[in-house]
């Protein structure tokens, strides 16, 4: 993707799109911390929010697609359903949360760490 069209998705101007993208990109993606967090300093580097990245981040720990059918298998339907619908608003809610508390230093960021 190039640096346009992430900045316009999921910069800083993209708002609850941006969010929710992130949201259900965590959500989607499987693998590790080996896995996302390359792909979250990617988003960095190109334009993405400070609240989109924690969004992205916080989605692929709270709701991963790929860890449903063992939690259907353990926990059972039930304790899942409850654990999704517990978990439901965390994501979108800790982007909006750090995009509003510390949105404007994400440039700082950037200049700070090494891409």
């Given at each position: 993707m190039t640096q346009e069209?992430?900045?316009y998705w999921l910069g800083?101007?993209?708002g609850w799109r941006g969010?929710?993208?992130a949201c259900v990109a965590g959500a989607l993606i499987p693998g590790g911390p080996?896995?996302?967090y390359p792909i979250a300093a990617a988003l960095l580097r190109a334009g993405a929010s400070l609240g989109v990245l924690v969004a992205f981040v916080s989605a692929?720990?709270?709701w991963p697609v790929v860890r449903l059918p063992l939690e259907f298998?353990?926990?059972g339907p039930r304790l899942t359903v409850a654990r999704l619908l517990t978990t439901f608003l965390i994501p979108p809610l800790l982007g909006?949360?750090?995009q509003a508390l510390?949105?404007?230093q994400v440039e700082a960021i950037r200049e700070n760490i090494k891409l």
């Open positions: 069209k992430v900045a800083e101007g993209s969010i929710f993208l080996y896995v996302y692929k720990n709270v298998a353990l926990l909006f949360l750090a510390a949105g404007r």
